[in-house]
């Protein structure tokens, strides 16, 4: 089975590349993001170490995790975010090694992880490659605006908190470019995975 790291930054159109793979390729598509939101549910060990460091007040109501508040409370605090990655990217990490052993089970041929963070939460080791989806910062830019209604302060901010460019470039064994038409990704993703 081959394993597929698909990482860039947010608004790079990883979502696409994924579908590409999964619908055209047969991939088994990981979100790691999704992974980690199942892990954090109520009555998981991961909920409970994030509220031991955080306290109660970053719960909803109903006892699920309010994610807006806990963004707010490490946001622009590295030290509480590599204390919120100590919990959860172990546990990640712990959850997909086990997933992969179940799909070559069943005799998957291709397993694709995707990760705004896979480089910096060390996934490397799992991956054959590790493809980097690229668009250009304005493209990304423009894309959250129209796709989450973000507003350009919000976007550059989030934009400017992830690996630049060239630390993507040196680490990963492939580059997707995304920013012209998606029949030209999709060819790249072909010659890529055949």
Request: hydrophobic share 35%; net charge positive.
């Given at each position: 089975?081959?394993?597929?790291?698909?990482?860039?930054?947010?608004?790079?159109?990883?979502?696409?590349?994924?579908?590409?793979?999964?619908?055209?390729?047969?991939?088994?598509?990981?979100?790691?993001?999704?992974?980690?939101?199942?892990?954090?549910?109520?009555?998981?060990?991961?909920?409970?170490?994030?509220?031991?460091?955080?306290?109660?007040?970053?719960?909803?109501?109903?006892?699920?995790?309010?994610?807006?508040?806990?963004?707010?409370?490490?946001?622009?605090?590295?030290?509480?975010?590599?204390?919120?990655?100590?919990?959860?990217?172990?546990?990640?990490?712990?959850w997909v090694c086990a997933d992969i052993e179940r799909r070559k089970k069943e005799d998957r041929k291709l397993y694709v992880m995707e990760a705004a963070l896979l480089l910096e939460a060390g996934y490397e080791p799992l991956c054959d490659e590790i493809w980097y989806v690229y668009a250009p910062k304005e493209v990304r830019i423009k894309r959250l605006q129209e796709s989450r209604g973000y507003t350009r302060e919000k976007t550059e901010k989030i934009v400017a908190s992830q690996l630049d460019e060239e630390m993507f470039r040196e680490r990963c064994t492939a580059v997707i470019d995304n920013s012209g038409t998606f029949e030209n990704t999709e060819r790249q993703i072909g010659d890529r995975v055949l």
């Open positions: 089975m081959k394993i597929i790291g698909v990482t860039g930054g947010v608004g790079s159109g990883k979502s696409a590349v994924l579908t590409v793979l999964e619908e055209k390729y047969g991939a088994y598509v990981c979100q790691l993001d999704t992974v980690a939101k199942e892990l954090q549910k109520p009555g998981s060990t991961c909920l409970e170490k994030i509220v031991a460091l955080f306290g109660r007040r970053i719960l909803r109501e109903d006892g699920k995790l309010d994610r807006q508040k806990l963004s707010r409370e490490v946001f622009g605090d590295q030290e509480k975010l590599k204390r919120l990655n100590e919990i959860v990217h172990p546990e990640v990490k712990a």
